[in-house]
C-alpha cells in the first residue's frame, strides 16, 4: 500500500503518519524529516537544503527527487508524507514506482484554512532526540518541554516561526495545490476535514482505507 498525504503545513500529516506507521507498519517517509536529519548531520544535502528551509521554501526539485530516489524501499507500503510537493516531483514519483513496478493506492488532502495552520504551529513542540511532536494545548505532554515517548527535549521548530508558516502557507498555495487536480483527475484523490481532532481524522482515513487500493 503506497499512501501519499499532502496537505498545508501543520495540517496534520506527521500526526496522522506516525500513527498509521504503528498500526499498519507502513514505512513513513517523511521529506521534511529526512533534510532536518540532513540539516544536523551537517551533509551536503543538508547544507544546501538549510537556506530554503528557513526561509519556508521549497528545496530545488533536483535534491528531493535523488533524496526520495535512495530512501524508496523496494519491498513493503510507504506513505509519503510531505513529497510530491511540485508537479515535477509528481511527475518523478510516477518514473520511479513504474521503475519498481509498483502502484499508488490514494492520496490524502488535509484540508485545513491557514488561520487553523498559524493556530497549530505557533503551538506546535517537536522532540529534538526523536522527533515526536505535540501541541502545547491540543496534544501537550504529561511533563512540560520533555518527551513522553524518550524523555528529550522539546523544542519549537525555527521554521514555525508565524513570518516564516505564512510564506510556507503561501508556497503551498503556489507550488503544491496544482497536485490536487493533478490526482482527482486520477481518481486517486481524498479529501479530509483535517479541521477536526486528531482521532477523527484517523478514524476518516481508516474509513477510506477499508476499500483497498
Ligand atoms: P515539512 O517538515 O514537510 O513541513 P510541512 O509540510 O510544512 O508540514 P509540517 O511538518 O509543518 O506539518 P504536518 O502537516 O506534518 O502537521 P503535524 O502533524 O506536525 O517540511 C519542512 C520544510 O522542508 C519545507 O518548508 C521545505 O523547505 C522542505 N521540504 C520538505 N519536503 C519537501 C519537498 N517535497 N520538496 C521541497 N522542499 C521540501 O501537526 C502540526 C501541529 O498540529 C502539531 O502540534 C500537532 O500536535 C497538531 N495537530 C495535528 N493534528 C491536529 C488536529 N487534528 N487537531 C489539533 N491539533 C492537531
Not at 102 to 121: A, G, M, S, Y
Not at 129 to 139: K, Q, T
Not at 175 to 203: C, H, M, S, W
Amino acid at each position: 500500500m503506497i499512501l501519499i498525504f499532502l496537505g498545508p503545513p501543520g495540517s496534520g500529516k506527521g500526526t496522522q503518519a506516525k500513527r498509521l506507521q504503528q498500526d499498519k507498519g507502513l514505512m513513513h517517509i517523511s521529506t521534511g524529516d529526512l533534510l532536518r536529519d540532513a540539516v544536523k548531520k551537517g551533509t551536503e544535502l543538508g547544507k544546501k537544503a538549510k537556506e530554503y528551509m528557513e526561509k519556508g521554501e521549497l528545496v530545488p526539485d533536483e535534491l528531493i527527487i535523488a533524496m526520495i530516489e535512495e530512501v524508496m524501499p523496494e519491498e513493503g507500503g510507504f506513505i509519503l508524507d510531505g513529497f510530491p510537493r511540485t508537479i515535477p516531483q509528481a511527475q518523478a514519483l510516477d518514473r520511479l514506482l513504474e521503475k519498481h513496478n509498483k502502484n499508488l493506492c490514494k492520496v490524502f488532502l488535509f484540508d485545513v484554512p491557514e488561520e487553523v495552520v498559524v493556530d497549530r504551529l505557533s503551538g506546535r513542540l517537536t522532540c529534538t532526540n526523536c522527533g515526536a511532536v505535540y501541541h502545547v494545548r491540543y496534544n501537550p505532554p504529561k511533563t512540560e518541554g520533555v518527551c513522553d515517548v524518550c524523555g528529550g527535549r522539546l523544542v519549537q521548530r525555527e521554521d514555525d516561526k508565524e513570518e516564516v508558516v505564512r510564506r510556507r502557507y503561501k508556497v503551498y498555495v503556489e507550488q503544491t495545490a496544482p497536485l490536487i487536480d493533478f490526482y482527482g483527475k486520477r481518481n486517486k484523490l481524498y479529501r479530509l476535514d483535517a479541521t477536526k481532532e486528531v482521532q477523527e481524522v484517523y478514524r476518516d482515513i481508516l474509513e477510506v482505507l477499508k476499500d483497498g487500493c
